[in-house]
T-cell receptor, first 115, second 115 residues
Framework: GENVEQHPSTLSVQEGDSAVIKCTYSDSASNYFPWYKQELGKRPQLIIDIRSNVGEKKDQRIAVTLNKTAKHFSLHITETQPEDSAVYFCAASFAGGTSYGKLTFGQGTILTVHP | GAGVSQSPSNKVTEKGKDVELRCDPISGHTALYWYRQSLGQGLEFLIYFQGNSAPDKSGLPSDRFSAERTGGSVSTLTIQRTQQEDSAVYLC?????????????FGPGTRLTVT
């Protein structure tokens, strides 16, 4: 089955700096890669996703890049703000077979943005 | 509109007892997923329902775990003879339809503590 590795496990940055979180996956059939943000005690919420037919996607201060050959994808947050502090999870899934959309998650990155 | 809801929000039970956790997906969402999040860990897939198709139970950790979905809407996750290692937050998610990996919307979770 799919295996997703996420690094780093913790990331501390100053307000205004950029933050990068990286994930690798094992199943070359995976074709959908969402990123979720989970604030303390809250439910995970999707912040951005990318499908395998594109290499990069951007939404304001957030961007995701995908390298299917190397089987890795990254989350980039620019101009970080204290409210970006949360746990971020990457995930991978394959839209096909008998289980569409089943997500395999990375272990999470605790991002702390210091004012 | 209403999001995914789960009940109870917290459940404390004694080792060996059975528990039932409930999930109400977003109206019209045909896909429903259960995940488990242990303290400080990522999300672990448990089971997936899609319409009237047979569920994907490949993530259930043991035969003490079972789930059903009645009428294509509400789902119940049952854990029999609970063990301390079952303590975790159980998250339910729903998404729009099969055939494309649409965004999964998560519920607030049920925090299960087995004493």
């Amino acid at each position: 089955g799919e295996n997703v590795e996420q690094h780093p496990s913790t990331l501390s940055v100053q307000e205004g700096d950029s933050a990068v979180i990286k994930c690798t996956y094992s199943d070359s059939a995976s074709n959908y890669f969402p990123w979720y943000k989970q604030e303390l005690g809250k439910r995970p919420q999707l912040i951005i996703d990318i499908r395998s037919n594109v290499g990069e996607k951007k939404d304001q201060r957030i961007a995701v890049t995908l390298n299917k050959t190397a089987k890795h994808f990254s989350l980039h947050i620019t101009e970080t703000q204290p409210e970006d502090s949360a746990v971020y999870f990457c995930a991978a899934s394959f839209a096909g077979g008998t289980s569409y959309g089943k997500l395999t998650f990375g272990q999470g990155t605790i991002l702390t943005v210091h004012p | 509109g209403a999001g995914v809801s789960q009940s109870p929000s917290n459940k404390v039970t004694e080792k060996g007892k059975d528990v039932e956790l409930r999930c109400d997906p977003i109206s019209g969402h045909t896909a429903l997923y259960w995940y488990r999040q242990s303290l400080g860990q990522g999300l672990e897939f448990l089971i997936y329902f899609q319409g009237n198709s047979a569920p994907d139970k490949s993530g259930l950790p043991s035969d003490r775990f079972s789930a059903e979905r009645t009428g294509g809407s509400v789902s119940t996750l049952t854990i029999q003879r609970t063990q301390q290692e079952d303590s975790a937050v159980y998250l339910c998610a729903s998404s729009l339809e099969r055939g494309a990996p649409y965004e999964q919307y998560f519920g607030p979770g049920t925090r299960l503590t087995v004493t």
